[in-house]
């Protein structure tokens, strides 16, 4: 049975009270293709339902999304809400509960591809820099050569 649903990088990214974090698994493509940025806003716990789509952490600091298959309001009697979570893909809901506190939150929007773009650039600093760089080089060469002369 497949546990992990979305995994991502998680770094403490938010641009204007959205966290955002790159998908890089397939458990829900299709609602979320791999490859996208997807925006996550913070609520109350008990404001998630079946069918929402949350991101939270796992046991090692790893950061999943997965869809709320069921929610349990006092789990085993501790009185903590805990979350069952499905991958769309996967037959079978993930075998550990999710815990509201260890929900970052609810999924309100994605853009495909746009995270395998952000993940690249960000893994690749050097190589970026090298390559805008470059580009800023070329353009200004080509600005003193094709500059127009005034006459």
Known sequence: MIVSALYFTYE??????????????QNIQREIPEGSLVFIKNAPPDSYVE???ITFLRPGSKVDTNRIYSVTKNFKGTKM????????????PDSEKVFAPNVIGKVHCSVPTLGAA???ITSHMLLTFAVLGGLLI??????????????
């Open 51 to 53: 069918g929402d789509d």
């Open 12 to 25: 403490k990214t938010e641009l204007l009270g959205y966290k955002y974090f790159a998908v890089q698994n």
């Open 81 to 92: 809400l805990a979350f069952e979570t499905k991958g769309i893909e996967n037959p079978l």
């Open 138 to 151: 070329f353009s200004t060469i080509l600005r003193i050569l094709f500059k127009p002369k005034l006459n």
């Open 118 to 120: 952000a993940s690249f």
